[in-house]
């Protein structure tokens, strides 16, 4: 075979050429381009040929050698590339994408320490339906039948005709009767829990909120216990040096009753846009437990008294965080709530 053909067949055989592993191209190279390899040995017959010859072969043999290496490199390009397509286009080293936190709602937040502050004083939690009857939401209570809050205006019914309607709690009060009914005395609980009326929602007003109620009764709970009580939840809750007054009021199921305000903490009672400039904030409503309410529960009012108080989550949260727009609790605005991510 003369030279030229030979090298004619290499170039062939490189065309035909496929390869499956990084193992096939070293053999082909060895085969080659190795000591003994085919190209190798053209340039050792190329010794031996006539010298007018010399010029034409030595271009073509420089030429074979180069597309054989191409030919090798392109090879390995190939199966390389094919493994990159088998990897996956993640890369594990990266550090990961943050992930958000939840915190806890302001609401939680709150209740969870209105409840803390009342168990060091011995209170213990007691819970009762959100549906309820009238008897449990008012006619134990000494609503009397007209009371306007029994009015569709100001309570969701759910069954509202028959003796004993159903309908949605206006107040946790509620659950005050059902511990009167089957708690042995004396009683010191505190009903935290969602209640509902029917009012336009605004910044000041909802429909659905959370309260915290609370009730004592024992032989000889007097006024100054009550007050007593409410002056250190009051320190606890907005700060040592808060200061409290009380304001005669009415609710048909305690008498005497009263509503307490808390010095204003941001400007120290001295008058500011929060407190409307009085220097007192409206925390919560309480009063002696009327001994009408007490015998509708079967409690002897001549051997027991108790006091009750009531409070809205949403005002407390309100005034310790100078929350303006009541909405913003029940929004969800994740811009809102991590306000509260560092609160515990
Ligand atoms: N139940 C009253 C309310 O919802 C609050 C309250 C409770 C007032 C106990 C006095 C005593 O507004």
Redesign the pocket.
Known sequence: MTMNDRINQILASLDELQVQHEQDIEDLRVRMLGKKGEVTKLFEDFRTILPEQKKEFGQKLNALKNTVQEKIDALHDSINEGEDAAVPSFDLTKPGDKMDLGGRHPISITREEIISIFKKFGYSVAEGPEIEDDWHVFGALNFPPEHPARDMQDTFFIEPDGPDPVLLR??T?SVQVRTMEKMDLPVRVICPGR?FRNEAISARAHCIFH?V?GLYIDKNVSFADLKQAILLFAKEMFGEGTQIRMRPSY?P??EP?AEVDVSCNICKGKGCNICKGTGWLEI????MVDPNVLEASGIDSKVYSGF???MGIERIAMLKWQVKDLRHYFENDVRFLKEFDTVI
């Open positions: 206006t107040h009060s209640v309260q109620e609710f199921f305690t009753s919560l409503g309480c009063g009750a108080f009531g």
